[in-house]
């Protein structure tokens, strides 16, 4: 040995010695298949299946045949499955695994998938278990075309449907063709559940393990202020003082940086995560050997945002993908929030949605993304995307949807043919639908906030009708797709009902809700008679119509103090004096034949502005009461509840729009209030005549007279006398006129 070679390692070992580091264990820089490479293509043709470091694997089940190649530079276990079931797990990014047969290859993603032969070899089955997969559709060897199979989903592929024509379908009709489902485990056979049970526990084990070698073999490092501090710097600057060889100072510098690892997962794992962040950048920014931080990035492929030891792995995949593809980074957070939703982490999810929609909408805003060549791929994301978010509760929120608008709009600038934007608007509208349909079974299991629930809803159907009227051809499903919307446009109503809670099942509640507006309808039509000044013929007699109305109240559980007849002829309408149910007292208004409760007040603050049908009275007024109950610190600040207006209000102000409309008046300019009731007067305010001029005023509907109005010239008041509604426009646009002209 050369004098130069000992002296630096003695002064090494005397150094290390010196400070009383001690030892440590460093995470291992071998590739994890270097050890059993040479003996993996032997192991996979005789045992048929293979686990690498504890975490990755492939296994053919009984009685299937593949034929094995391990590709040792794409790191790719290869298979050509004949028949049997295919099991693969790569999570860990161990190594990739395609499984190809003569019409479809299925490759791993960093993802758990079967992919099942059929005993005729003439379809194959797959189910996404972990993480989408790649299925790409073969013929004669060559690439039709791909899709990804959502997590939690299975697609069959029969031979018979793969030809050419596949090759020159988009996304939208190919999924159509190869639509996925979702499957109960019940679905595998038990040998396939077997199989899959044990790779989780193989991963669960390894994770496990490598979290207690580290905590067995902490290292917090030297202080990092203070005293300690100085003499950690002290010691750095004689170190590299005295080492006189190159090579020793390679060997210093890379036994340091293995510190710094060891030293900040200790920190992290403890507790302390300030300091541990300072050490894994000093880690990251001592440019570690690409083999070790492969080894780390795939030790802790379980660490997921909100982790002890996910800095470690952001580092790490910093230094492996410094100038990646947006889309490939983003797949990766992708992954990780399905991750933390099976882990059951919504807050965690929530956070990293937000991080992840944030850095999609950065990539879609700086071009990079505009070239019609990732059509395709921002096509995938958007249906892995839109899949994921319809199927969890936290995610239906305004915000968390806006990010798949951006997406339809990207993908509509780069879809290129009349027919192909046609294509995608429908694929659009039928996701709003999914969507919706979803909305409203979360509601009912409170999963979601009626109130929330309700602007995303709105704003679903207002993004469906616009899709709807941007289709440029007739197609055959757009009747189905109106019909649709104007159910979805009820079932809005319904979930803002009162006795929406009143119901288990949606379905039910949404068809009673139908039955009650079809009354109510009938309602107010005879409310409008009455006040016309239309007379009904009664079929029973005042007393028999009491007598009816008492019993329907008893029937349904609502005390009372008097029943007392409205003066209709009909003898249909009656208030109710002093009602009680549910422990809580109310008045109301009632209608014998359509047994509707109207104009509601409960507690002589809780206001209806809604009918509520009998049957349902005694719950969704006992619920209201118990939602509104506020603690003594909220009751100054919070009132029980806005009053909304009465059906009588409702009916009456129906009753103005239709004059304004019969005058040629646009209804969506103008807003009213009730004035008197009793003397049929009320208050308008809107937009007029093609100067759009703002015009306020009042409106009697028994005479049909303008009165009191105001309108605006050039931002200065001007009156107006009062003049009939038919003449209105006219008279005031010619003053207008006038007045100009001067």
Known sequence: MKAGSIVNLVLIIALSAGLTLGSFTAFPKTDVLSATEGDLQE????????????????????????????NSEAKTVETELANGTLFFATLADDFTVEVSTPFVRVTSQNSTALVRMSESGEAVEIFALEHPSLVTFLLDGGELNS???????????????????????RLTKLTKEFPVFPFETAELTEAEQVTFTDSQAAYDENSLSFLQDQQKDSH???????????????YSLFRDTLTVLPSAENRLNEAQKEKYLVYGMSNLLFGDKVTGEKWVTDWKNAQPENSQVEAIYS????????????????AAAELLYPQEEPLVALRREFQEIEGLLSRGSLVEAQSAYQKYQDKFEIALQSGTLDDEAYLDDISREYMLLELLLRSHAVFYTGDSVKLLTELETKILSLAGSDEDLDEERQAFVQSKLRYLENLFNFVVDRKIAVEDASDLANDLVAEAEQYLGSITSEVAVRSYFQTKLQEYDLSIQFMNSPEFYSYDSFDEGLKDYQAKVD?????????????????????????????????DLRSNGIQYKEVESLGDSANRLFQIVSGHTGGYAFEANYDRETKILYDTVVEGELRFSTGLTL????????????????????????????????????????RVEKDFEAADLKLGAFTFDVVDLEENTFTFEGVMTEAALVVSGSYDLDTGLVTEVLWELDGEPQNFPDIGLLGFEDALYATYQALTAE
């Open 299 to 314: 030790a802790l492929f379980f660490a997921l945002p909100g982790d002890d030891l996910y800095l470690v792995k952001e």
């Open 220 to 234: 917090f490092g030297p202080a990092l202020t203070g005293l300690g501090s100085a003499l950690n710097k002290g």
């Open 519 to 551: 009354d109510l309808a009938n309602l107010n039509e005879y409310i409008q008679g009455l006040r016309s000044g239309e007379e009904s013929s009664a079929t029973l007699t005042l007393e028999a119509a009491i007598a009816a109305v008492e019993n």
């Open 147 to 169: 899709l990804l199979i959502p997590t939690g989903t299975s697609m069959k592929v029969p031979s018979s449907k793969i030809t050419e024509t596949l090759g020159r379908l």
């Open 615 to 654: 049957e349902n009275a005694n719950s969704v007024i006992e619920t209201a009461m118990k939602d509104a109950e506020l603690t003594p610190e909220e009751e100054e600040e919070t009132p029980v509840e806005e009053e909304g207006s009465s059906l009588t209000e409702d009916v009456a102000i129906s």
């Open 43 to 70: 192991q996979l043709e005789s045992a048929g299946a293979v686990r690498v470091d504890g975490r990755d694997s492939v296994s053919l089940l009984e009685m299937g045949s593949a034929e094995w190649t391990w």
